[in-house]
Protein backbone atom coordinates (compact mmCIF):
# COMPACT_ATOMS: atom_id res chain seq x y z
CA UNK A 1 0.00 0.00 0.00
CA UNK A 2 1.08 3.51 -0.94
CA UNK A 3 2.25 5.13 2.19
CA UNK A 4 0.07 8.08 2.83
CA UNK A 5 2.34 10.17 4.88
CA UNK A 6 6.78 10.77 4.18
CA UNK A 7 8.82 9.50 6.72
CA UNK A 8 9.72 13.37 7.29
CA UNK A 9 6.01 14.41 7.41
CA UNK A 10 6.28 14.71 11.52
CA UNK A 11 9.04 17.41 11.59
CA UNK A 12 7.26 19.10 8.69
CA UNK A 13 4.14 19.30 10.23
CA UNK A 14 5.86 19.96 13.59
CA UNK A 15 7.35 23.09 12.33
CA UNK A 16 3.57 24.69 11.13
CA UNK A 17 2.50 23.70 13.94
CA UNK A 18 4.71 25.46 15.97
CA UNK A 19 5.63 22.58 18.62
CA UNK A 20 8.48 21.46 19.66
CA UNK A 21 8.85 17.05 19.13
CA UNK A 22 11.73 15.28 20.77
CA UNK A 23 13.47 12.81 18.48
CA UNK A 24 12.56 9.79 20.43
CA UNK A 25 8.70 11.08 20.23
CA UNK A 26 8.46 11.84 16.71
CA UNK A 27 8.85 8.20 15.45
CA UNK A 28 6.16 7.20 17.27
CA UNK A 29 3.67 10.21 16.67
CA UNK A 30 4.27 8.62 13.04
CA UNK A 31 3.23 5.36 13.16
CA UNK A 32 -0.27 6.94 15.19
CA UNK A 33 -0.50 9.40 12.43
CA UNK A 34 -0.32 6.62 9.85
CA UNK A 35 -2.39 4.43 11.50
CA UNK A 36 -5.21 6.94 11.97
CA UNK A 37 -4.95 8.43 8.29
CA UNK A 38 -5.08 4.58 7.33
CA UNK A 39 -8.47 4.02 8.90
CA UNK A 40 -9.71 7.54 7.94
CA UNK A 41 -8.49 7.07 4.09
CA UNK A 42 -11.92 4.49 4.09
CA UNK A 43 -13.64 8.19 3.35
CA UNK A 44 -11.94 7.62 -0.01
CA UNK A 45 -14.33 5.31 -1.34
CA UNK A 46 -17.53 7.31 -0.71
CA UNK A 47 -19.21 8.99 -3.04
CA UNK A 48 -19.77 12.49 -3.02
CA UNK A 49 -21.22 14.67 -5.60
CA UNK A 50 -17.97 16.78 -7.08
CA UNK A 51 -20.06 18.43 -9.62
CA UNK A 52 -19.76 22.26 -9.45
CA UNK A 53 -22.70 22.78 -6.55
CA UNK A 54 -20.62 20.43 -4.07
CA UNK A 55 -17.14 21.40 -5.31
CA UNK A 56 -16.39 23.21 -2.17
CA UNK A 57 -17.92 21.29 1.12
CA UNK A 58 -21.00 22.74 3.27
CA UNK A 59 -20.52 24.89 5.92
CA UNK A 60 -20.84 23.73 9.20
CA UNK A 61 -24.23 25.99 9.99
CA UNK A 62 -25.79 24.08 6.80
CA UNK A 63 -25.01 20.48 7.77
CA UNK A 64 -26.09 21.63 11.54
CA UNK A 65 -29.28 23.40 10.13
CA UNK A 66 -28.03 26.06 12.58
CA UNK A 67 -28.22 29.55 11.66
CA UNK A 68 -25.49 32.54 12.41
CA UNK A 69 -26.55 34.37 15.23
CA UNK A 70 -24.86 38.21 14.69
CA UNK A 71 -25.13 40.88 16.61
CA UNK A 72 -24.74 44.89 15.77
CA UNK A 73 -21.38 45.72 15.39
CA UNK A 74 -20.76 47.88 18.97
CA UNK A 75 -17.37 47.83 20.96
CA UNK A 76 -18.15 45.85 24.50
CA UNK A 77 -15.38 45.98 27.42
CA UNK A 78 -17.11 44.25 30.22
CA UNK A 79 -15.17 41.11 29.91
CA UNK A 80 -11.82 42.28 30.08
CA UNK A 81 -10.63 40.68 33.20
CA UNK A 82 -8.45 42.22 35.50
CA UNK A 83 -7.31 38.75 36.52
CA UNK A 84 -7.20 37.00 32.79
CA UNK A 85 -4.71 40.24 32.19
CA UNK A 86 -2.59 39.92 35.02
CA UNK A 87 -1.83 36.32 33.85
CA UNK A 88 -0.08 37.14 31.08
CA UNK A 89 3.94 36.31 31.10
CA UNK A 90 4.43 39.79 30.10
CA UNK A 91 1.99 42.64 31.24
CA UNK A 92 1.89 46.01 31.06
CA UNK A 93 -0.88 48.66 32.27
CA UNK A 94 -3.22 45.82 31.83
CA UNK A 95 -2.12 44.83 27.54
CA UNK A 96 -0.66 42.04 26.51
CA UNK A 97 3.14 42.46 25.90
CA UNK A 98 4.26 40.80 22.87
CA UNK A 99 7.80 39.88 22.67
CA UNK A 100 9.28 41.27 18.81
CA UNK A 101 8.31 39.92 15.82
CA UNK A 102 11.04 41.08 13.99
CA UNK A 103 14.58 40.45 14.38
CA UNK B 1 -29.23 9.54 57.03
CA UNK B 2 -27.22 8.46 53.78
CA UNK B 3 -27.31 11.70 51.59
CA UNK B 4 -24.92 10.51 48.97
CA UNK B 5 -27.69 7.72 48.20
CA UNK B 6 -30.13 11.15 46.80
CA UNK B 7 -31.57 12.12 43.87
CA UNK B 8 -31.58 15.50 43.24
CA UNK B 9 -35.39 15.58 43.55
CA UNK B 10 -34.84 13.51 46.98
CA UNK B 11 -32.26 15.75 47.97
CA UNK B 12 -34.67 19.12 47.41
CA UNK B 13 -37.55 17.28 49.15
CA UNK B 14 -35.14 16.10 52.52
CA UNK B 15 -34.16 19.87 52.51
CA UNK B 16 -37.03 21.78 52.50
CA UNK B 17 -37.77 19.12 55.58
CA UNK B 18 -35.28 20.51 57.45
CA UNK B 19 -33.37 16.91 57.52
CA UNK B 20 -30.28 18.36 56.56
CA UNK B 21 -28.90 21.80 56.14
CA UNK B 22 -27.06 22.41 53.09
CA UNK B 23 -23.97 23.15 54.57
CA UNK B 24 -24.36 19.82 56.46
CA UNK B 25 -24.58 17.90 52.95
CA UNK B 26 -21.51 20.16 51.27
CA UNK B 27 -19.55 19.35 54.56
CA UNK B 28 -20.49 14.92 54.37
CA UNK B 29 -19.48 15.26 50.25
CA UNK B 30 -16.17 16.94 51.59
CA UNK B 31 -15.61 14.37 54.23
CA UNK B 32 -16.37 11.65 51.56
CA UNK B 33 -13.77 13.30 49.18
CA UNK B 34 -11.22 13.38 51.61
CA UNK B 35 -11.56 9.79 53.07
CA UNK B 36 -12.39 7.76 50.46
CA UNK B 37 -9.19 8.53 47.47
CA UNK B 38 -9.65 5.41 45.65
CA UNK B 39 -11.36 6.87 42.53
CA UNK B 40 -9.77 10.31 42.27
CA UNK B 41 -12.33 12.36 40.71
CA UNK B 42 -11.26 15.67 41.23
CA UNK B 43 -8.41 17.50 39.96
CA UNK B 44 -9.28 20.79 42.67
CA UNK B 45 -11.69 20.91 45.23
CA UNK B 46 -13.61 24.27 46.42
CA UNK B 47 -14.29 23.88 49.95
CA UNK B 48 -14.20 27.69 51.15
CA UNK B 49 -16.27 28.91 48.47
CA UNK B 50 -18.89 26.15 48.23
CA UNK B 51 -19.31 26.16 51.78
CA UNK B 52 -20.07 30.13 51.86
CA UNK B 53 -22.61 29.41 49.33
CA UNK B 54 -24.01 26.61 51.28
CA UNK B 55 -24.64 28.98 54.28
CA UNK B 56 -26.26 31.23 51.92
CA UNK B 57 -28.73 28.54 51.37
CA UNK B 58 -29.45 27.89 54.62
CA UNK B 59 -30.23 31.77 55.26
CA UNK B 60 -32.01 31.82 52.57
CA UNK B 61 -33.96 28.69 53.86
CA UNK B 62 -34.33 29.74 57.44
CA UNK B 63 -35.60 33.69 55.98
CA UNK B 64 -38.31 31.66 53.97
CA UNK B 65 -37.26 33.10 50.77
CA UNK B 66 -38.75 30.83 47.74
CA UNK B 67 -35.66 28.17 46.61
CA UNK B 68 -35.37 26.32 43.29
CA UNK B 69 -34.96 22.49 42.78
CA UNK B 70 -31.09 22.96 42.70
CA UNK B 71 -30.42 24.90 45.87
CA UNK B 72 -27.56 23.75 47.98
CA UNK B 73 -27.24 20.56 45.80
CA UNK B 74 -23.80 20.38 45.85
CA UNK B 75 -22.66 19.77 41.81
CA UNK B 76 -19.12 18.57 40.08
CA UNK B 77 -17.97 20.73 37.01
CA UNK B 78 -15.67 19.27 34.60
CA UNK B 79 -12.10 20.77 34.68
CA UNK B 80 -12.25 22.93 31.21
CA UNK B 81 -15.55 24.83 32.48
CA UNK B 82 -14.57 28.19 34.01
CA UNK B 83 -15.55 28.95 37.32
CA UNK B 84 -14.25 32.71 38.12
CA UNK B 85 -11.06 33.10 40.13
CA UNK B 86 -10.75 29.32 40.54
CA UNK B 87 -8.12 27.25 39.23
CA UNK B 88 -8.90 25.82 34.99
CA UNK B 89 -6.75 23.62 33.97
CA UNK B 90 -8.62 21.26 30.80
CA UNK B 91 -6.16 18.65 32.64
CA UNK B 92 -3.18 19.84 31.02
CA UNK B 93 0.09 21.13 32.39
CA UNK B 94 0.12 24.01 29.77
CA UNK B 95 -2.87 25.45 31.96
CA UNK B 96 -1.88 24.07 35.56
CA UNK B 97 -1.35 27.60 36.92
CA UNK B 98 -4.27 29.33 35.35
CA UNK B 99 -7.08 30.76 37.16
CA UNK B 100 -10.40 31.43 35.11
CA UNK B 101 -11.26 35.41 34.73
CA UNK B 102 -15.12 34.81 34.30
CA UNK B 103 -17.91 32.49 34.77
CA UNK B 104 -19.16 30.52 31.79
CA UNK B 105 -22.75 31.18 31.35
CA UNK B 106 -23.23 27.44 32.88
CA UNK B 107 -22.30 28.53 35.74
CA UNK B 108 -23.86 31.99 36.29
CA UNK B 109 -27.13 30.08 35.14
CA UNK B 110 -26.29 27.36 38.37
CA UNK B 111 -25.45 30.19 40.77
CA UNK B 112 -28.82 32.08 39.92
CA UNK B 113 -30.52 28.63 40.95
CA UNK B 114 -28.24 28.90 44.45
CA UNK B 115 -26.05 25.46 43.43
CA UNK B 116 -23.05 24.30 45.45
CA UNK B 117 -20.02 23.67 43.49
CA UNK B 118 -17.58 21.17 44.78
CA UNK B 119 -14.66 21.16 42.42
CA UNK B 120 -13.61 20.56 39.46
CA UNK B 121 -13.17 16.90 37.47
CA UNK B 122 -10.20 15.38 35.71
CA UNK B 123 -10.75 14.49 31.93
CA UNK B 124 -8.25 13.95 29.33
CA UNK B 125 -5.97 16.53 28.61
CA UNK B 126 -8.46 19.28 26.74
CA UNK B 127 -10.91 16.77 26.51
CA UNK B 128 -9.36 14.49 24.06
CA UNK B 129 -9.84 11.34 24.90
CA UNK B 130 -12.10 8.39 25.67
CA UNK B 131 -10.66 6.66 29.03
CA UNK B 132 -9.71 10.09 31.07
CA UNK B 133 -6.33 8.38 31.31
CA UNK B 134 -4.87 11.40 29.05
CA UNK B 135 -4.91 13.80 32.26
CA UNK B 136 -1.91 14.92 32.46
CA UNK B 137 -2.40 14.86 36.65
CA UNK B 138 -3.53 11.79 37.53
CA UNK B 139 -5.64 8.50 36.56
CA UNK B 140 -9.40 8.31 37.67
CA UNK B 141 -10.83 4.94 38.60
CA UNK B 142 -14.50 3.59 37.73
CA UNK B 143 -16.66 3.01 41.04
CA UNK B 144 -17.39 -0.19 39.66
CA UNK B 145 -14.19 -1.70 38.97
CA UNK B 146 -11.04 0.35 40.11
CA UNK B 147 -8.68 -1.85 37.78
CA UNK B 148 -11.42 -0.37 34.40
CA UNK B 149 -11.22 3.15 33.16
CA UNK B 150 -14.67 5.76 34.09
CA UNK B 151 -14.82 6.09 30.27
CA UNK B 152 -14.20 10.32 28.96
CA UNK B 153 -13.57 12.85 28.45
CA UNK B 154 -15.62 13.55 31.22
CA UNK B 155 -14.50 10.50 33.34
CA UNK B 156 -13.62 12.59 36.38
CA UNK B 157 -17.94 14.01 36.41
CA UNK B 158 -18.98 10.64 35.71
CA UNK B 159 -17.14 8.81 38.24
CA UNK B 160 -18.02 11.72 40.75
CA UNK B 161 -21.46 11.21 40.84
CA UNK B 162 -21.64 7.18 40.45
CA UNK B 163 -18.87 7.36 43.72
CA UNK B 164 -21.43 8.61 45.66
CA UNK B 165 -18.44 12.02 45.12
CA UNK B 166 -21.60 14.63 43.93
CA UNK B 167 -24.89 14.24 43.68
CA UNK B 168 -24.44 15.56 39.79
CA UNK B 169 -22.27 17.29 37.65
CA UNK B 170 -21.35 18.89 34.36
CA UNK B 171 -19.39 17.58 31.19
CA UNK B 172 -18.77 18.58 28.05
CA UNK B 173 -19.36 15.95 25.21
CA UNK B 174 -17.54 16.80 21.55
CA UNK B 175 -17.81 12.78 20.21
CA UNK B 176 -19.46 11.18 22.75
CA UNK B 177 -17.06 12.41 25.82
CA UNK B 178 -20.30 12.88 28.71
CA UNK B 179 -22.28 9.56 27.31
CA UNK B 180 -19.40 7.60 26.76
CA UNK B 181 -18.65 7.37 30.65
CA UNK B 182 -22.16 7.62 31.35
CA UNK B 183 -22.34 4.57 30.07
CA UNK B 184 -19.02 3.22 31.77
CA UNK B 185 -20.21 4.55 35.40
CA UNK B 186 -23.62 3.22 35.12
CA UNK B 187 -25.44 6.60 35.48
CA UNK B 188 -27.28 9.34 33.14
CA UNK B 189 -25.99 11.60 31.20
CA UNK B 190 -26.91 14.07 28.35
CA UNK B 191 -25.44 15.59 25.29
CA UNK B 192 -27.99 18.59 24.35
CA UNK B 193 -28.86 19.80 21.05
CA UNK B 194 -26.11 21.86 19.35
CA UNK B 195 -26.99 25.73 20.24
CA UNK B 196 -28.62 24.49 23.44
CA UNK B 197 -26.59 25.72 25.98
CA UNK B 198 -24.13 28.38 25.97
CA UNK B 199 -20.76 27.48 25.27
CA UNK B 200 -19.37 30.44 26.43
CA UNK B 201 -16.44 29.74 29.22
CA UNK B 202 -16.07 25.95 27.99
CA UNK B 203 -12.13 25.32 26.93
CA UNK B 204 -12.84 25.18 23.21
CA UNK B 205 -11.46 21.43 21.63
CA UNK B 206 -13.80 21.14 18.20
CA UNK B 207 -16.04 24.17 18.03
CA UNK B 208 -18.57 22.61 15.48
CA UNK B 209 -18.84 19.45 17.62
CA UNK B 210 -18.36 20.77 21.34
CA UNK B 211 -21.90 20.80 23.55
CA UNK B 212 -21.92 20.95 27.08
CA UNK B 213 -24.27 19.11 29.28
CA UNK B 214 -25.10 17.07 32.27
CA UNK B 215 -24.58 13.84 34.27
CA UNK B 216 -26.74 12.85 37.19
CA UNK B 217 -28.35 9.69 38.93
CA UNK B 218 -31.54 9.71 36.99
CA UNK B 219 -33.03 11.25 33.70
CA UNK B 220 -35.37 13.33 36.02
CA UNK B 221 -31.89 15.08 37.56
CA UNK B 222 -30.31 15.50 34.01
CA UNK B 223 -33.69 17.19 32.99
CA UNK B 224 -33.90 19.67 35.95
CA UNK B 225 -30.29 20.01 35.28
CA UNK B 226 -30.53 21.00 31.54
CA UNK B 227 -33.69 23.39 32.09
CA UNK B 228 -31.38 25.27 34.21
CA UNK B 229 -28.31 25.70 31.98
CA UNK B 230 -30.57 25.69 28.54
CA UNK B 231 -30.76 28.91 26.59
CA UNK B 232 -29.49 31.60 24.19
CA UNK B 233 -26.59 33.34 25.10
CA UNK B 234 -25.22 36.94 23.53
CA UNK B 235 -22.04 36.01 24.32
CA UNK B 236 -22.07 32.02 22.32
CA UNK B 237 -22.94 32.79 18.63
CA UNK B 238 -23.86 29.30 17.93
CA UNK B 239 -26.35 29.32 21.20
CA UNK B 240 -29.75 29.49 19.59
CA UNK B 241 -32.74 32.33 20.09
CA UNK B 242 -35.53 29.95 20.35
CA UNK B 243 -36.90 29.40 23.72
CA UNK B 244 -38.55 26.16 24.41
CA UNK B 245 -40.33 25.12 27.28
CA UNK B 246 -39.07 22.87 30.48
CA UNK B 247 -38.19 19.48 30.28
CA UNK B 248 -38.40 18.24 33.83
CA UNK B 249 -42.31 16.51 34.40
CA UNK B 250 -42.97 13.02 32.69
CA UNK B 251 -45.90 12.77 30.68
CA UNK B 252 -47.04 9.28 30.29
CA UNK B 253 -49.67 9.72 27.32
CA UNK B 254 -46.76 11.55 25.42
CA UNK B 255 -44.10 9.24 26.54
CA UNK B 256 -46.37 6.34 25.25
CA UNK B 257 -47.37 7.98 21.77
CA UNK B 258 -43.58 8.19 20.41
CA UNK B 259 -42.09 5.99 17.78
CA UNK B 260 -38.58 3.85 18.16
CA UNK B 261 -36.56 3.82 15.29
CA UNK B 262 -33.33 1.10 15.81
CA UNK B 263 -30.73 1.49 13.18
CA UNK B 264 -29.84 -1.88 11.62
CA UNK B 265 -26.11 -0.42 11.14
CA UNK B 266 -25.62 0.24 14.83
CA UNK B 267 -26.11 -3.78 15.13
CA UNK B 268 -24.21 -5.44 12.73
CA UNK B 269 -21.60 -6.37 14.96
CA UNK B 270 -18.39 -5.27 16.58
CA UNK B 271 -20.44 -5.36 19.81
CA UNK B 272 -19.07 -7.01 22.77
CA UNK B 273 -21.43 -10.64 23.53
CA UNK B 274 -22.27 -9.09 27.22
CA UNK B 275 -22.71 -5.25 26.38
CA UNK B 276 -25.38 -6.07 23.04
CA UNK B 277 -27.65 -8.74 25.32
CA UNK B 278 -27.96 -5.87 27.96
CA UNK B 279 -29.30 -3.44 25.13
CA UNK B 280 -31.41 -6.09 23.98
CA UNK B 281 -33.12 -6.42 27.01
CA UNK B 282 -33.57 -2.52 27.27
CA UNK B 283 -34.83 -2.22 23.63
CA UNK B 284 -37.42 -5.21 25.25
CA UNK B 285 -38.89 -3.67 27.76
CA UNK B 286 -40.14 -0.80 25.20
CA UNK B 287 -41.06 -3.78 22.63
CA UNK B 288 -42.87 -5.65 25.73
CA UNK B 289 -44.67 -2.86 26.46
CA UNK B 290 -46.25 -1.91 23.42
CA UNK B 291 -44.23 0.81 21.95
CA UNK B 292 -44.22 1.14 18.25
CA UNK B 293 -40.31 -0.09 17.57
CA UNK B 294 -39.39 0.15 13.65
CA UNK B 295 -36.33 -0.77 11.87
CA UNK B 296 -34.24 1.94 10.14
CA UNK B 297 -31.43 2.53 7.93
CA UNK B 298 -28.69 5.30 8.64
CA UNK B 299 -26.42 4.10 6.08
CA UNK B 300 -23.50 6.41 5.72
CA UNK B 301 -23.27 5.11 10.17
CA UNK B 302 -20.33 3.47 8.68
CA UNK B 303 -18.05 6.05 7.67
CA UNK B 304 -19.13 8.58 10.72
CA UNK B 305 -15.92 7.53 12.86
CA UNK B 306 -13.31 8.65 10.04
CA UNK B 307 -15.66 11.73 9.20
CA UNK B 308 -14.89 12.61 12.57
CA UNK B 309 -11.16 12.26 13.04
CA UNK B 310 -10.91 14.13 9.74
CA UNK B 311 -13.46 17.48 11.08
CA UNK B 312 -12.22 17.49 14.89
CA UNK B 313 -8.26 17.48 15.24
CA UNK B 314 -8.97 19.88 12.03
CA UNK B 315 -11.02 22.35 14.38
CA UNK B 316 -8.47 21.51 17.58
CA UNK B 317 -5.33 22.27 15.69
CA UNK B 318 -6.96 25.74 15.18
CA UNK B 319 -8.48 26.18 18.66
CA UNK B 320 -5.31 25.33 20.04
CA UNK B 321 -2.99 28.02 18.98
CA UNK B 322 -4.05 29.91 21.23
CA UNK B 323 -1.42 28.07 23.94
CA UNK B 324 1.01 29.58 22.78
CA UNK B 325 3.56 30.89 25.70
CA UNK B 326 2.35 34.24 24.51
CA UNK B 327 -0.83 34.86 26.05
CA UNK B 328 -1.05 31.63 28.68
CA UNK B 329 2.05 30.00 30.41
CA UNK B 330 4.85 30.86 29.35
CA UNK B 331 8.24 28.07 28.81
CA UNK B 332 10.75 30.11 30.78
CA UNK B 333 14.06 29.04 28.91
CA UNK B 334 12.76 30.33 25.11
CA UNK B 335 13.87 33.62 23.94
CA UNK B 336 13.08 34.43 20.49
CA UNK B 337 9.24 34.57 19.42
CA UNK B 338 9.51 31.22 17.23
CA UNK B 339 11.23 29.41 20.24
CA UNK B 340 8.46 30.77 22.70
CA UNK B 341 6.05 29.01 20.62
CA UNK B 342 7.98 25.82 19.86
CA UNK B 343 8.93 25.11 23.91
CA UNK B 344 5.65 26.35 25.56
CA UNK B 345 4.12 24.09 23.56
CA UNK B 346 6.59 21.01 23.15
CA UNK B 347 6.93 20.93 26.88
CA UNK B 348 2.90 22.12 27.93
CA UNK B 349 1.14 19.69 25.80
CA UNK B 350 0.76 15.89 26.39
CA UNK B 351 0.80 13.16 23.53
CA UNK B 352 -2.80 13.06 22.49
CA UNK B 353 -3.13 17.17 22.08
CA UNK B 354 -0.09 16.72 20.15
CA UNK B 355 -1.29 13.93 17.97
CA UNK B 356 -4.56 15.53 17.47
CA UNK B 357 -2.46 19.07 16.44
CA UNK B 358 -0.42 17.30 13.45
CA UNK B 359 -3.21 15.15 12.41
CA UNK B 360 -5.12 18.73 12.17
CA UNK B 361 -2.70 20.36 10.43
CA UNK B 362 -1.80 17.46 8.22
CA UNK B 363 -5.81 17.40 6.85
CA UNK B 364 -5.89 20.90 6.22
CA UNK B 365 -2.64 21.74 4.91
CA UNK B 366 -2.58 22.48 0.94
CA UNK B 367 -2.50 19.37 -0.88
CA UNK B 368 -4.15 17.09 1.02
CA UNK B 369 -7.05 19.05 2.39
CA UNK B 370 -9.65 18.17 -0.69
CA UNK B 371 -8.93 14.61 -0.46
CA UNK B 372 -9.32 14.56 3.65
CA UNK B 373 -11.22 17.85 5.25
CA UNK B 374 -13.42 18.46 2.20
CA UNK B 375 -14.09 14.64 1.80
CA UNK B 376 -15.48 14.68 5.40
CA UNK B 377 -17.59 17.52 5.65
CA UNK B 378 -19.27 16.29 2.48
CA UNK B 379 -19.43 13.16 4.25
CA UNK B 380 -20.70 14.87 7.02
CA UNK B 381 -23.74 15.90 5.35
CA UNK B 382 -24.81 12.49 3.84
CA UNK B 383 -24.91 11.38 7.94
CA UNK B 384 -27.15 14.75 8.21
CA UNK B 385 -29.26 13.67 5.25
CA UNK B 386 -29.38 9.76 6.58
CA UNK B 387 -31.25 11.12 10.32
CA UNK B 388 -33.48 13.38 8.34
CA UNK B 389 -34.35 10.64 6.47
CA UNK B 390 -35.40 8.58 9.80
CA UNK B 391 -36.66 11.54 11.43
CA UNK B 392 -39.29 12.86 8.48
CA UNK B 393 -42.63 12.07 8.15
CA UNK B 394 -42.93 10.92 4.61
CA UNK B 395 -39.99 8.59 5.28
CA UNK B 396 -39.21 6.39 8.43
CA UNK B 397 -41.05 8.76 10.40
CA UNK B 398 -39.61 7.68 13.98
CA UNK B 399 -39.03 10.25 17.06
CA UNK B 400 -36.71 8.89 18.72
CA UNK B 401 -33.73 6.70 17.73
CA UNK B 402 -32.66 3.42 19.84
CA UNK B 403 -29.12 2.51 20.00
CA UNK B 404 -26.22 1.36 22.32
CA UNK B 405 -24.06 3.94 23.72
CA UNK B 406 -20.56 2.17 23.31
CA UNK B 407 -19.79 -0.91 21.78
CA UNK B 408 -18.08 -2.52 25.16
CA UNK B 409 -18.22 -1.81 28.95
CA UNK B 410 -15.56 -0.55 30.34
CA UNK B 411 -11.89 -1.28 29.63
CA UNK B 412 -8.90 -2.19 31.85
CA UNK B 413 -6.68 0.79 33.39
CA UNK B 414 -3.77 0.87 30.20
CA UNK B 415 -5.44 -1.30 27.79
CA UNK B 416 -5.75 0.99 25.19
CA UNK B 417 -3.33 3.37 25.62
CA UNK B 418 -1.07 2.08 23.20
CA UNK B 419 -2.88 2.02 20.49
CA UNK B 420 -4.59 5.05 19.52
CA UNK B 421 -7.19 3.56 16.48
CA UNK B 422 -8.57 1.09 18.94
CA UNK B 423 -9.26 3.95 21.62
CA UNK B 424 -11.12 6.28 19.06
CA UNK B 425 -13.23 3.27 18.20
CA UNK B 426 -15.22 3.49 21.47
CA UNK B 427 -16.93 5.91 20.36
CA UNK B 428 -18.56 4.76 17.22
CA UNK B 429 -22.21 5.02 18.01
CA UNK B 430 -21.63 8.58 19.92
CA UNK B 431 -19.58 10.54 16.89
CA UNK B 432 -22.27 10.49 14.47
CA UNK B 433 -24.86 12.77 16.80
CA UNK B 434 -21.97 14.91 17.35
CA UNK B 435 -21.17 14.89 13.58
CA UNK B 436 -25.39 16.41 12.60
CA UNK B 437 -26.30 17.99 16.13
CA UNK B 438 -28.75 16.53 17.52
CA UNK B 439 -29.71 15.57 21.13
CA UNK B 440 -28.41 12.50 22.45
CA UNK B 441 -28.83 10.68 25.70
CA UNK B 442 -27.39 7.44 27.64
CA UNK B 443 -29.22 6.08 30.19
CA UNK B 444 -28.28 3.10 32.54
CA UNK B 445 -29.84 -0.65 31.60
CA UNK B 446 -30.61 -0.88 34.99
CA UNK B 447 -29.54 0.19 38.19
CA UNK B 448 -26.30 -0.71 38.82
CA UNK B 449 -25.18 -1.26 42.87
CA UNK B 450 -21.19 -0.32 43.06
CA UNK B 451 -19.62 -3.01 44.79
CA UNK B 452 -21.71 -5.44 42.91
CA UNK B 453 -19.02 -6.82 40.26
CA UNK B 454 -21.71 -5.90 37.95
CA UNK B 455 -19.97 -3.64 34.72
CA UNK B 456 -22.45 -1.14 33.81
CA UNK B 457 -23.96 -1.13 30.23
CA UNK B 458 -25.93 2.14 28.40
CA UNK B 459 -28.35 2.55 25.97
CA UNK B 460 -28.29 5.95 23.93
CA UNK B 461 -31.32 7.85 23.21
CA UNK B 462 -31.11 10.81 19.88
CA UNK B 463 -33.61 13.03 19.23
CA UNK B 464 -35.11 15.58 16.72
CA UNK B 465 -33.10 19.01 16.94
CA UNK B 466 -33.89 20.86 20.26
CA UNK B 467 -36.39 17.64 21.05
CA UNK B 468 -34.81 16.94 24.25
CA UNK B 469 -37.83 16.53 25.96
CA UNK B 470 -38.64 13.56 23.73
CA UNK B 471 -35.67 11.13 24.96
CA UNK B 472 -35.65 12.68 28.91
CA UNK B 473 -39.43 11.73 28.79
CA UNK B 474 -39.17 8.79 27.47
CA UNK B 475 -35.90 8.12 29.33
CA UNK B 476 -38.54 8.91 32.28
CA UNK B 477 -40.52 6.21 31.74
CA UNK B 478 -37.99 3.56 30.89
CA UNK B 479 -36.92 4.68 34.52
CA UNK B 480 -40.23 4.42 35.94
CA UNK B 481 -40.41 1.12 34.74
CA UNK B 482 -37.51 -0.54 35.29
CA UNK B 483 -37.71 0.59 38.51
CA UNK B 484 -35.11 0.92 41.45
Given at each position: MKKIIEENAVSNLAELAKLDIGSSDKKKLLRDLEAVLEYVAELQSLETDETSSQKNPP??????????TLRPDEVKTEFISELSTKQFPEEHNGFLRVPPVFE | MDISGLTIKSFHNALQRKEFSA??????????????????????????????????VDKMLADGDETGPLAG???????????????????????????????????????????????????DEFAMGSSTENSSFHITKNPHDLKRVPGGSSGGSAAAVAGGFSLAALGSDTGGS???PASFCGVVGLKPTYGAVSRFGL?????????????????????IVFDAIKGSDEHDATSDKNEYGATAFFDDDSAKKLTIGVPKEYF????????????????????????????????????ALSCYYIIMPAEASANLARFDGVRYERNQEAESLPEIYKKTRGSGFGNEPKRRILLGTFVLSSGYYDAFYAKAQKARQLIADDFKRAFAPADYGVDVIFTPTSPTRAFKIGEKTEDPVSMYLSDIFTVPVNLVGLPGLSIPVKKYVVGSGELPVGFQLIGKRFHEKDILNLGMWYEREVGE
Open positions: ACGEVLSADN | REATDFYFKRISEDDSVRPFISTLEIQARERADAVPMAIKDNILIENTPVTAGSQILKNYFAGYNATVIEKLKKENCVFLGKTNLIRQIALASSLDQIGTLSKTVEDSASGGMEKETEAEINNALHVFKKNGFTVKKISLPHTKH
